[in-house]
């Protein structure tokens, strides 16, 4: 009777919540001269609407409890920044008393990270990228802020989606599976975020979203809350509605319970349609992220920041990383079982795998965070991929998303947690090869690909191999119980000869405009069975041989071959070697390349990654946003240049290619192609033929693109989107590179199939920052790293800012844009593509209301700085890298080029400061190489801050 009494109350309350108008307040931006200012006029029915310009947030953050509701529209995109976290306790006690905040239009970083400053478990990050409306929409479809507004007017899908939103929940996701409203709890108070929120029943989803907020029942809950499951390090167990958004029945059960050797994980993944679920990947350490699958995020807590990441799929198919490295393998155990209507997991990690041992100098109660989870394939979007990129501390999910756990582990129990160490043979060969171990256990050796167990006898294991590469794990066990474990041990036999190519080397293709037609390469015998080896190389076309030669080569000998390939048809050929002993055949290998037809317009690059342009040199530096109508479309009542007077304006600062990724046309191309400059059209994030062809069509009818740009930040099932561009693309025109700037360097790690050129775009330079330059160094190493130093590397250099105090970025100084260029040369970096010539991004100092490079200091400076570049891009082609310096300062950075007798240096002081170093292998008496005057004392140089000296000897 109770109960009837209680709910009876508290629908009389919720009831009579609206006798009286929400109060709402409207925080609208300065974008595009105020026109956001009346945006929710038309939706919010007979609401009281206060409206404050994004500036004047002080003064509403003052008098927050006198509104039901706030919207953010658009009010801080870089557009009269706000600092919120002055505001912080008031907006902290907005919230937490029961406020609501809506976040729309949150496609811009500054609009971003602002509740994130607050509460760091509430990260999100929204994309601008068109979402689409194909597929079924999906909804939350029981929760009381949007239940009744399904089949009806929902927002519109046509912009944008919420990514990264680990730490809120979903009220829907548009029909590309993509999350596109979501909120977060606060206290009494809640935040919802999302990319669009106009043009639908916004007045009935306010008023719910205030019912649900104030409901006495869920106000009890808060007020009262039930414990939820902490990581007891014995046993652990939790239920949590894992990416299912609303979808009734699908549950998943986990506990993990640990002992003195490791970790045990168990998940029950319930489902009611089990036949499709989704499993592709087969091998381990595929995209298992990719399919239906549970995964464990583990932390210890010992300072080092290491976030490991375990993932199996149904069919007990695993995959693992640390620190976002897919590269990284570590033994752990896993099995599956695949039931009527659940699928189940159980995962054992042991200590040692995650680099602990009972010798570390640790607190004996070492603390561990765990994230664990399921990905529901139907929504899972980049949630394997991403969902701690931004977040090492794995302060991630909320309980509907991922159970988060905390405990600690009393390291002193540890009976064995050394990593196992192995002897193995300095090169494997096929036959016999013995493996060994000095740890005083017996161990056993497991094919991580079919299972199979060697045991060793007397600490001592043989294997036979053949061709086929093996990844084994070495495990030592007593009483069936793991002690230790290695980490996975990669096994590849090496043949008799080992080749490396130079050319052709880009694609593996050879070009009619290629300088330089000729193959080249090296081998060499890595046995000593004979004293005298026979190798036979081979060009042949199918069955057929086109041309042979045969040399001699002793043991561990280099053999240098080349051979012309200008008299070969276009085609595709095998370049085979046969390695004979005493006559008889021992080993052979093959290497294919392509002789490609004779095109207009041919990009290539050499062994150094330089790029040349129908067989000239060329070296790339180019202009984003480089078109004369982006102002004109943001704001008609600005005047600015025309096309044709911005290219002639770009090409007159030496810039040799633009690319303008807004509105850049094919009837555009025309327009460079008569003022002699390169262009880069964007094809941008698609698969759909009938928008590629056109492009590829005008490119090849103007002959005067240099690149093709696609992908932004592929990530997810978006990789392989990009590949099957990349794929269609290439092969229609196979004479260009495709490309796409990425800010997130991880990236890199997965798409070495879908560019050409890996193209970093990290800036660094923000308002009351002087950072070292060598932040760029990361993303460059990353790159060299991810591309295992086989593709170019272009920056993409900051030459933006807005010179407000209030926006995000400032502009680069010429010093700092100087330091960019030589710093990513000395990097290897071969092509430079500044960001950019106009924005869509608002500069109040600025006479055009956004941010418009002629209109800042640095623009004359490009033509001094691009023509130096230029200049010493010559040096850079005729000459051969050497290396860096050695010198007594570790903050400076060089690289020293050899063109004939004659050495050219560039020598770079990245930091803020000035610095002094000594050069031992430097001369006393250098020579600029342009009109500079340098502090150089004999071997010594003394450097300003962010200098670059250019000097040769």
């Not at 953050?61 to 706030?70: G, P, R, S």
Request: charged share 25%; net charge negative.
């Amino acid at each position: 009777m109770k109960k009837i009494l209680l709910l009876f109350f508290c629908f009389l309350i919720t009831s009579c919540l609206f006798a009286n108008p929400l109060k709402i307040a409207q925080v609208y931006s300065m974008m595009d001269n105020y026109q956001w200012k009346n945006t929710f006029d038309p939706y919010v029915g007979d609401s009281i609407l206060d409206k404050y310009e994004a500036t004047e947030f002080n003064t509403l953050a003052q008098k927050l409890q006198d509104y039901d509701i706030v919207l953010l529209g658009v009010c801080a995109n870089y557009y009269g920044q706000i600092d919120f976290n002055s505001n912080k306790e008031y907006i902290d006690n907005y919230l937490k008393s029961g406020g609501i905040i809506f976040v729309t239009d949150a496609n811009y970083g500054s609009a971003e990270n602002w509740i994130h400053d607050f509460y760091p478990e509430t990260l999100y990050q929204a994309g601008g990228e068109s979402d689409g409306e194909s597929g079924s929409i999906l909804f939350a479809q029981h929760h009381p802020i949007i239940s009744d507004l399904i089949g009806g007017d929902i927002p519109p899908l046509a912009w944008g989606r919420v990514k990264n939103a680990d730490g809120y929940k979903v009220l829907y996701v548009s029909g590309n599976q993509r999350p596109h409203m979501v909120y977060k709890e606060i206290g009494k108070g809640i935040v919802i975020v999302s990319p669009s929120g106009l043009g639908w029943n916004m007045f009935k989803f306010l008023k719910n979203t205030y019912n649900y907020v104030h409901n006495p029942v869920r106000l009890a809950n808060i007020e009262n809350p039930v414990t939820e499951p902490t990581l007891n390090i014995n046993k652990a167990t939790g239920q949590s509605l894992n990416f299912v958004y609303g979808k009734e029945g699908v549950k998943t059960d986990w506990s993990v319970t640990s002992d003195k050797t490791g970790f045990r994980f168990k998940f029950t993944c319930y489902d009611n349609n089990i036949k499709d679920i989704v499993i592709n990947q087969k091998n381990r350490d595929d995209k298992v992220f990719l399919d239906d699958c549970v995964e464990v995020f583990i932390t210890p807590n010992t300072g080092d920041g290491n976030v490991y990441h375990f993932v199996v799929n149904p069919n007990n198919v695993q995959y693992d990383e640390k620190n976002m490295d897919p590269t990284f393998d570590t033994y752990f155990e896993s099995k599956t079982n695949i039931n009527k209507d659940k699928w189940t997991c159980e995962i054992y990690i042991p200590y040692s795998s995650l680099d602990l041992n009972c010798n570390s100098n640790l607190d004996k109660k070492t603390p561990f965070t765990f994230n664990v989870g399921r990905c529901y394939h139907p929504l899972k979007e980049d949630y394997g991929l991403y969902s701690y990129a931004n977040c090492p501390d794995l302060i991630l999910y909320d309980k509907e998303f991922f159970a988060k756990c905390e405990g600690n582990i009393d390291l002193s129990l540890f009976t064995y947690t050394d990593k196992l160490k192995i002897n193995t043979p300095d090169k494997y060969y096929v036959g016999k090869n013995e493996f060994t171990t000095n740890s005083g256990y017996d161990f056993s050796l497991i094919d991580i690909k079919s299972g199979k167990v060697y045991d060793s006898v007397n600490k001592k294991i043989e294997l036979n191999l053949d061709r086929e590469p093996l990844k084994l794990y070495a495990i030592i066990k007593k009483d069936n119980v793991v002690l230790a474990s290695s980490s996975v041990i990669n096994v590849e036999t090496e043949k008799f000869l080992s080749y490396d190519i130079v050319y052709p080397f880009y694609k593996s293709i050879v070009q009619s405009k290629d300088p330089n037609k000729t193959f080249k390469g090296s081998v060499i015998i890595d046995r000593n069975d004979f004293d005298l080896y026979d190798i036979i190389y081979s060009v042949k076309l199918g069955s057929k041989t086109i041309k042979s030669d045969t040399v001699s080569v002793r043991p561990n000998e280099k053999q240098e071959i080349a051979f012309g390939l200008g008299d070969l048809k276009p085609g595709e050929y095998v370049c085979e070697f046969v390695v004979k002993g005493k006559g008889q055949i021992i080993d052979k290998c093959e290497y294919p390349f392509e002789v490609c037809a004779p095109a207009d317009f041919e990009v290539t690059f050499d062994d150094r990654n330089l790029c040349y342009v129908n067989g000239e040199p060329f070296f790339p530096i180019g202009l984003y946003h480089a078109n004369g109508r982006e102002i004109a479309q943001r704001n008609p009542d600005k005047q600015m240049l025309s096309e044709e007077e911005a290219i002639i304006d770009i090409k007159d600062k030496n810039f040799n290619f633009g690319a303008s990724l807004n509105y850049i046309k094919p009837e555009d191309y025309p327009v460079y192609t008569k003022n002699g400059l390169l262009y880069c059209p964007e094809i941008g994030r698609t698969t759909d033929k009938s928008v590629i062809d056109p492009i590829i069509k005008a490119v090849n009818d103007q002959k005067t693109s240099l690149i093709y740009y696609t992908y932004d930040e592929p990530y997810g099932n978006l990789v392989n989107e990009a590949t099957e561009a990349y794929d269609y693309i290439n092969k229609q025109d196979k004479h260009r590179p495709i490309v796409a700037a990425v800010n997130t360097p991880e990236v890199f790690w997965y798409t070495n199939n879908t560019f050409d050129i890996f193209m970093p775009d990290v800036y660094i330079f923000t308002q009351n920052n002087k950072p070292s330059v060598t932040g760029l160094k990361g993303a460059i190493d990353t790159a060299k790293a991810a591309s295992h130093n086989q593709k170019p590397i272009w920056m993409v250099p900051q030459a933006f800012g807005w010179g407000d105090p209030e926006m995000v970025w400032r502009v680069p100084t010429t010093e700092e844009l100087r330091c960019q260029a030589y710093f990513s040369l000395v990097q290897g970096v071969t092509g430079l593509f500044w960001y950019a010539y106009v924005t869509g991004e608002a500069d109040k100092t600025s006479p055009y209301g956004i941010w418009y490079i002629r209109n800042s200091d640095i623009w004359d400076y490009f033509k001094i700085l691009n023509k130096e570049i230029l200049d010493f891009s010559e040096i850079l082609y005729k000459g051969k890298s050497l290396g860096s310096l050695k010198c007594d300062n570790e903050l400076i950075f060089s690289n020293v080029w050899q063109v004939g007798d004659t050495k050219y240096a560039i020598i770079v002081n990245p930091e803020q400061s000035e610095q002094t170093a000594t050069f031992e292998a430097l001369p006393d008496n250098v020579t600029p190489v342009f009109d500079y005057i340098y502090n150089i004392e004999g071997k010594t140089i003394h450097f300003k801050p962010l200098e670059c000296v250019i000097v040769r000897y």
